[in-house]
C-alpha cells in the first residue's frame, strides 16, 4: 500500500474547507487536523481557509476552529501542538451561487501563496451537502483553482453519497469530469481508514496461514454485519430519503465486503487494490424479480426497549412519515460468481436499533468431514470462524476445538483473541485524520475510484427500483433485537445468525 508511514510529513498545501461552519467540519475536520499536528504530520506550511455564508473575519475563523479542537476532547498536548505550528487562517464569506466568492478565494490562496510560501497545492474538501458538488466544482473551476501548475496538485475531496443511485452518479461523475481529471477527485468512505478494515489485507496477504483457506474449498459462509443501536435520531428527514440500502450498503457494506473478497493484488499500490475491488463487485450476481424475496428482507424498527430505556419506532421519529416504509433494516444473501467464491454464500445485514453496536466480517468454515468421536465427547463444538471485528474492540478472533483438561476425552469451542487495543501501545489514528492526510499526501488507495462507486450503484440499482415499486413486502423488528424473523429464512440449512 502507498500510505505513507507514520514518520512522514505532508507537503506544504492550503486546504480550503467549503462549509467551514458546519457540523462535519467542527466534529471530523478540525480535531484530525489537531491529532496529525501532535504527531507532526502537518507541514511547517500550512493554511487553513474557510468558506461558508457565515459573517466573520480571519482571527473569528480561526478561533472557532480552535475552539472544535477544544470541544472535541482532544488531549491537552495534541491541542498545544496545534497550537504551536504556526498555521495560516484565512476566511471567505460568501455563497456557491456568487462567481465572486470564488474570485475573492482566488485572490486569497494567490496571496497565501506568495506571502507563506504554500507553493500553488490545493485541497479543497467539500463538507457540504450533495447537491452542491457540482456547483463548487464548477465554481473553482471558472476561476482556475481546478488547474494544477507544474509541480503542484490541486485535489478535491468529495463526502458521501456519491449519487443517490446509478444514473445521478454517473452524472455526477461525469460533471466534476468536466472540471476535474480523475486523479484529482478524492471520494471518502471513510470506513476504509479504520485500522482493521485495513488489516484485512495484511492479514490476507501477508500471512501464509490464512491466505490458503480463504476460499470455496474451506469456506462455508461469509457474513458482515454493519450494527448500530442507535436510531435516526434527528435525522428522520435525511434518512427517509436514503434507508439503509444507501447510507450503508451501497458504500460501506460492498467496500468491505470488496477487500474480504478480493484477489491478491499485484502491489499494495493504489490501482491495483482498486482493480482487484473492482473484479468483486462485477462479480456479485445481479439481483432480478425471480427469487428476489429468497435474497433480500428489508424492515423497521418499532418502539423497544434498547439499555433498559423504552424507545419509539421509527415511524414515530422526528420527520419520518407515519406510513413511512423506508428501511432501517436490510439483510441481503450475495452470490459472487468467480472461481474462488463460486457457491459461497454472502450474507450482510444492517440495521438501526439493533441490539448492540457492531461492525464485523465473519468467515464461518465448513464442518470437519467425519468427526471420530462419540456424541458424548463433543461439549459445544461449533465450525471454525475467523472474525474480523472492525468496531467497536477492533481485532480478530479465531474459534477452533480443543480438549477440555482431564479425563474422559472431551472437546470444546475456545477462542483465540487478539485486541489491537490491547496489543499495540501506537494509537490508531481516526478515519478522518487518515484520510486527510492520505488526501495531502496523494495517496487515493482509500479512496473509491470513479468505476468503484458506479459498480457499487449497478449492484444495488435493482434494490432500488424494487423498494420503490413496493415489490417487497416491509418487514418489522422491535428496537433493541437483532431485527426481524423473517432474515432468519435467508441463511441456507442449519446456518443462524451470529450473534456478536
Not at 87 to 116: C, K, M, N
Amino acid at each position: 500500500m502507498t500510505v505513507a508511514d507514520g514518520g512522514s510529513v505532508a507537503y506544504s498545501a492550503a486546504l480550503v474547507v467549503f462549509g467551514a461552519t458546519g457540523d462535519l467540519a467542527h466534529r471530523k475536520l478540525y480535531p484530525a487536523l489537531a491529532s496529525l499536528a501532535s504527531r507532526h504530520q502537518l507541514p511547517r506550511r500550512f493554511a487553513v481557509i474557510g468558506n461558508a455564508r457565515t459573517e466573520m473575519d480571519d482571527d473569528d475563523y480561526r478561533d472557532e476552529v480552535r475552539k472544535a479542537v477544544v470541544a472535541a476532547g482532544k488531549d491537552p498536548s495534541e491541542q498545544q501542538a496545534f497550537e504551536n505550528l504556526d498555521i495560516v487562517y484565512r476566511y471567505v464569506a460568501g455563497s456557491f451561487d456568487d462567481p465572486s466568492t470564488f474570485t475573492r478565494l482566488a485572490d486569497v490562496l494567490h496571496q497565501v501563496d506568495e506571502r507563506h510560501g504554500i507553493a500553488a497545492n490545493r485541497l479543497f474538501y467539500l463538507a457540504t451537502v450533495p447537491q452542491l458538488f457540482v456547483k463548487v466544482a464548477r465554481g473553482l473551476g471558472a476561476v482556475g483553482l481546478a488547474d494544477e501548475p507544474s509541480g503542484a496538485f490541486s485535489r478535491i475531496i468529495v463526502e458521501k453519497p456519491f449519487g443517490h443511485d446509478l444514473q445521478s452518479a454517473l452524472d455526477l461523475n461525469t460533471q466534476l469530469h468536466e472540471v476535474f481529471a480523475e486523479h484529482q477527485i478524492y471520494r471518502i468512505d471513510h470506513y476504509l481508514a479504520k485500522e482493521t478494515v485495513q488489516n484485512i489485507l495484511a492479514l490476507r496477504f501477508t500471512n501464509a496461514i490464512f491466505e490458503p483457506l480463504w476460499n470455496r474449498r474451506y469456506v462455508d459462509h461469509v457474513q458482515i454485519t454493519v450494527a448500530e443501536q442507535l436510531g435516526v435520531e434527528h435525522r428522520g428527514t435525511f434518512y427517509e430519503q436514503a434507508g439503509a440500502l444507501r447510507d450503508i450498503v451501497q458504500n460501506h457494506v460492498l467496500q468491505v465486503l470488496a477487500l474480504t473478497a478480493m484477489e491478491p493484488p499485484a502491489s499494495f499500490h493504489a490501482d491495483p487494490i482498486r482493480d482487484e475491488k473492482v473484479k468483486v463487485l462485477r462479480a456479485i450476481r445481479p439481483f432480478d424479480g425471480v427469487g428476489l424475496r429468497d435474497r433480500v428482507v428489508r424492515a423497521q424498527y418499532s418502539a423497544g426497549v434498547v439499555d433498559g430505556e423504552a424507545v419509539p419506532g421509527y415511524r414515530e421519529e422526528e420527520g419520518v412519515g407515519r406510513e413511512s416504509k423506508v428501511e432501517t433494516y436490510l439483510a441481503l444473501q450475495l452470490e459472487i460468481d468467480n472461481w474462488r467464491w463460486a457457491g459461497v454464500p454472502f450474507y450482510v445485514r444492517t440495521g438501526k436499533r439493533l441490539a448492540r453496536r457492531v461492525t464485523e466480517v465473519a468467515l464461518r468454515y465448513q464442518n470437519v468431514p467425519f468427526l471420530p468421536l462419540p456424541k458424548t465427547a463433543v461439549d459445544s463444538v461449533h465450525p471454525n470462524e475467523i472474525i474480523l471485528r472492525i468496531q467497536p474492540d477492533e481485532g480478530i478472533e479465531l474459534s477452533f476445538a480443543a480438549k477440555v483438561p482431564g479425563s474422559p476425552f472431551r472437546v470444546r469451542t475456545q477462542k483465540l483473541d487478539f485486541s489491537y487495543r490491547r496489543s499495540f501501545a501506537e494509537v490508531a489514528p481516526e478515519a478522518y485524520e487518515r484520510v486527510l492526510f492520505d488526501a495531502l499526501l496523494g495517496d487515493p488507495t482509500l479512496f473509491i475510484r470513479e468505476d468503484e462507486v458506479e459498480q457499487a450503484w449497478r449492484v444495488v440499482q435493482p434494490l432500488i427500483d424494487a423498494f420503490r415499486d413496493d415489490a417487497l413486502p416491509i418487514a418489522f423488528y422491535p428496537a433493541g433485537t437483532w431485527g426481524p424473523r423473517e432474515a432468519d429464512g435467508l441463511l441456507a440449512g442449519d446456518d443462524t445468525w451470529r450473534v456478536p
